[in-house]
């Protein structure tokens, strides 16, 4: 989410400023991207999995420079806030870009960056697992309100951050650092419907794929392909244009959107 939202049709015309941002998830027939609240994705065993899916397939059709995701794919809302020692530094470094350039070669091939502007991930990698992802590494995102003691362990671990947003991380500058510092052409957000929601209501999505495999969900707060506020009643949806339909195996459908600007 934005610290400060202008015209969400603006943003999306300003297209040249940012990377491309591709929102990609798997969803059940009614759009959930879980199956109940409170419960991680990558931890449930119950959510089908599929060959040919996932960030290899993602990588492979769209050959991104960062893969974006949600810290709520790594903890759940009610899960403690990991606490860190005091930091050693002062709050004035802290609150600067860390980016050395011994990092940056690492990611040689592309960064998985996620928004963390609370603290509350403990990250125990750095870099994408497997020979697939060699020279991918770990950015965070972070705010000025980020606890200076989570900055440090950053910094002590050797993950890189970008400081972008007052409040909260806002995804525009974000996305305009990586282009600016990093080169990065294309984004794919693999996040979950909190990251998708501040990504449409900032209207810095360029295209929406979705993977619906055959299950259905249901519930009432079971996390869905947006979650953002509510649009008022005199606000219109974001239009989209289909680009393409792909049956899958074991009855699977990806489909393909383009996010298009408001008719004047």
């Keep these: 989410m934005t610290d400060g939202m202008s015209d969400a049709g603006d943003r999306i015309r300003d297209r040249s400023a940012r990377p491309r941002v591709i929102a990609h998830n798997s969803s059940s027939v ?9 419960v991680l994705l990558m931890t449930d065993e119950r959510w089908p999995v599929y060959s040919g899916s996932g960030y290899a397939d ?13 810290s709520g794919s790594f903890v759940t809302e009610d899960q403690p806030v990991a606490e ?11 609150r600067r870009h860390y980016l050395p350039d011994h990092i940056t070669a690492l990611a040689s091939n592309g960064w998985l960056v996620v928004p963390d502007s609370r603290g509350r991930v403990r990250w125990a990698y750095k870099q994408f697992p497997g020979p697939d992802w060699e020279g991918w590494h770990l ?5 000025a309100t980020t606890p200076p003691a989570y900055l440090s362990f950053l910094r002590r671990e050797g ?3 970008l400081l ?27 996040g979950g419907g909190h990251l998708n929601g501040a990504l449409l209501r900032a209207g810095l999505l360029d295209e929406i794929e979705v993977e619906v495999v ?24 974001t ?5 393409g339909v792909e049956r899958r195996s074991r009855d699977r459908v990806l489909l393909r959107y383009q996010v298009t600007e408001h008719e004047s």
């Design 30 to 38: 009614d759009g959930r991207v879980t199956l109940s609240p409170g």
């Design 58 to 70: 993602v990588k492979r059709r769209h050959d991104p420079q960062v893969i974006l995701e949600g």
């Design 84 to 94: 860190f020692p005091p930091p050693t530094e002062s709050e004035e470094a802290l």
């Design 139 to 143: 950015l965070v995102l972070v705010a």
């Design 159 to 161: 993950i890189p951050y």
């Design 164 to 190: 972008v947003g007052d409040r909260r991380v806002d995804l525009e500058a974000a996305l305009k650092e990586l282009r600016d510092r990093l080169a990065v052409q294309t984004v794919v957000s693999t």
């Design 214 to 237: 055959p299950i259905a969900v249901g519930g009432t707060t079971t996390p869905a392909l947006f979650t953002a506020t509510d649009l008022p009643p005199d606000a219109s949806p």
């Design 239 to 243: 239009p989209v244009r289909l680009l």
